[in-house]
């Protein structure tokens, strides 16, 4: 009863977010999907890059959970939904053991669409500006096979954009130890762009808490022992 009753509470809490109601169904079936997936599952879908040459030990969620094609239109706005996947990451500086907290955002498009990140914090609405991170274009050239000759036709290219935004260690613990997932709204400045609405649940953040503990804990370690190795 706890977990639909959460459920029933985020579903009001969407509807004080504009352009989130179209994405309320699939939501629900990430939701499902997700409160009960073990934090086991979870951390053998995270990855860890950890470089030697590297500053920072990074942490990603980025195979947690896909949320499939967005194939939303508001024809009267002239509108559209951008396919667009979202998960927790976070990253520990090895040198000085700070940890940074971030939502992730990986957009099907060739341009960071989304400029900031609105959310309600006890009935107080707030927003965080996103932060651009890369851009990759990936095009495969097709040939046409035309009585005996070869025809170049145009390449197709699947494009990728990811941005990051900023998020408290605070907020993360929150979402942890909450029964109804954590709502967000990715907006863009563009008005040919809809708001995506996606959600965070506790097993993510609960999961990617313990393993930022576990990764400094290794790291501590094994700067421990490069210093005794040391003459």
Same mark, same amino acid.
Request: hydrophobic residues 35%; negative net charge; contains cysteine.
């Given at each position: ?16 977010? =504009?352009?989130?109601?179209?994405? /309320?169904?699939? &939501? ?6 997700? #409160?009960?997936? @073990? ?87 707030? =927003?965080?500006?996103?932060?651009? /991170?890369?851009? &990759? ?6 040939? #046409?096979?035309? @009585? ?84």
């Amino acid at each position: 009863m706890k977990k639909l009753a959460s459920v029933v509470l985020y579903g009001i809490a969407c509807l004080s977010l =504009s352009g989130c109601q179209s994405n /309320l169904q699939k &939501e629900h079936i990430k939701y499902k999907h997700l #409160i009960n997936e @073990s934090e086991e599952n979870i951390q053998k879908k995270t990855t860890v890059s950890k470089q030697p040459w590297e500053r920072y030990i990074k942490i990603q969620q980025d195979h947690v959970y896909r949320n499939g094609f967005n194939r939303e239109l508001n024809s009267k706005q002239n509108s559209v939904g951008i396919t667009t996947d979202t998960f927790l990451t976070a990253r520990i500086d090895k040198k000085t053991g700070n940890i940074d907290y971030y939502i992730l955002i990986d957009m099907h498009t060739s341009d960071n669409v989304f400029q900031r990140m609105e959310y309600t914090d006890n009935g107080e609405k707030k =927003s965080i500006n996103a932060t651009d /991170l890369d851009r &990759e274009t990936r095009c495969v050239g097709v040939g #046409i096979y035309t @009585s005996n000759l070869i025809q170049d036709r145009a390449p197709s290219c699947d494009y990728e954009a990811k941005s990051l935004v900023k998020i408290s260690r605070e907020l993360v613990e929150n979402i942890s130890r909450s029964s109804a997932p954590f709502g967000f709204l990715l907006v863009s400045d563009s008005p040919e762009i809809l708001p995506f609405h996606d959600i965070i649940t506790a097993p993510e953040a609960h999961a990617l808490l313990a393993r930022v503990q576990q990764e400094k804990a290794s790291a501590a370690t094994s700067t421990d022992a490069e210093l005794d190795a040391q003459p």
